[in-house]
T-cell receptor, first 113, second 114 residues
């Protein structure tokens, strides 16, 4: 089944404790992206990747890192999480043709205490 | 720069009634426009999209939207609401370059009353 898989689904952590949210897609998509969703703000793009080893900042990259060493994986790294990073995070991917048709993962609800 | 404004964060309709979710956009280039739907505890799914050509586009589950350039609008409609339509709906715009993909609106939560 074609899908984008995020883990974990829920995560509670404390300020300053490094964490990684994993994202994997099995559709051989080149384009991958991370969004955060906050009430009243919709989805805002954090980082995106056009292909392996090619990443760029989105609208709200501060406090986040990403890497793209393989086509299928695009982890989101929070080196020193803060409470304002409490949010619902989505990973998405899309094929070369029709890049706007994003396939989304099920989301990761992160709480930073 | 692009932006999307969705009028009404919450919309409530009765089952069988018309659904109208409003979206206005701002774009410096001819826009690509999208509606996504998010069901509870799920990621977003593409409902429909407008790129070029016919301005009335049909999507899944009986939804459609009309691109009106003069009004910079892309409102989503469905003639008759079903209980299963209860979800959050996001309008989005792309400049077509593909680099940054989509800019999303803040979302409209649709409630369907029995």
């Amino acid at each position: 089944e074609a899908q984008v898989t995020q883990n974990p689904r829920y995560l509670i952590t404390v300020t300053g404790k490094k964490l990684t949210v994993t994202c994997s897609q099995n559709m051989n998509h080149e384009y991958m992206s991370w969004y955060r969703q906050d009430p009243g703000l919709g989805l805002r793009q954090i980082y995106y990747s056009m292909n392996v080893e090619v990443t760029d900042k989105g609208d709200v990259p501060e406090g986040y890192k990403v890497s793209r060493k393989e086509k299928r994986n695009f982890p989101l790294i929070l080196e020193s999480p803060s409470p304002n990073q409490t949010s619902l995070y989505f990973c998405a991917s899309s094929p070369p043709q029709g890049r706007e048709k994003l396939f989304f993962g099920s989301g990761t609800q992160l709480s930073v205490l | 720069a692009q932006s999307v404004t969705q009028l009404g964060s919450h919309v409530s309709v009765s089952e069988g009634a018309l659904v109208l979710l409003r979206c206005n956009y701002s774009s410096s280039v001819p826009p690509y426009l999208f509606w996504y739907v998010q069901y509870p505890n799920q990621g977003l799914q593409l409902l429909l999209k407008y790129t070029t050509g016919a301005t009335l586009v049909k999507g899944i589950n009986g939804f459609e939207a009309e691109f009106k350039k003069s009004e910079t609008s892309f409102h989503l409609t469905k003639p008759s609401a079903h209980m299963s339509d209860a979800a959050e709906y996001f309008c989005a715009v792309s400049d077509g370059t593909g680099r940054r993909a989509l800019t999303f609106g803040s979302g409209t939560r649709l409630q369907v009353q029995p």
